[in-house]
Nanobody, 126 residues
């Protein structure tokens, strides 16, 4: 079992920044591909970003590319999502997810992940 706990959400004005963190416990963190997803009110969950087990490969949804950066610190069992130039359409609950695989591949679908956090709210007023 892996437990994931997100933090760092909040209310931020458009153009501002937030850094989300996801702390993992339970198993060897470096064995996991990690992803960030989000779900806005009334919308389906969508992929935001992903990172390989080593951190050497990163992937982004087109809507956040160039504004968001995913990173991980395997020594701290933590994955981060730095969000800059936030827009009202970034408002959502953000979830981190883990897939138990030692891989550099791209996994953009929620069903591909084994464990999920409880989510953290990000609000960017219009």
């Amino acid at each position: 079992q892996v437990q994931l706990v997100e933090s760092g959400g909040g209310l931020v004005q458009a153009g501002g920044s937030l850094r989300l963190s996801c702390a993992a416990s339970g198993r060897t963190f470096s064995n996991y591909v990690m992803g960030w997803f989000r779900q806005a009110p009334g919308k389906e969950r969508e992929y935001v970003a992903g990172i390989s087990w080593s951190g050497g490969s990163t992937y982004y949804a087109g809507s956040v590319k160039g504004r968001f950066t995913i990173s991980r610190d395997n020594a701290k069992n933590t994955v981060y999502l730095q969000m800059n130039s936030l827009k009202p359409e970034d408002t959502a609950v953000y979830y981190c997810a883990a897939r138990l695989i030692h891989s550099d591949r791209y996994y953009p679908t929620g069903d591909e992940y084994d464990y999920w956090g409880q989510g953290t709210h990000v609000t960017v007023p219009s």
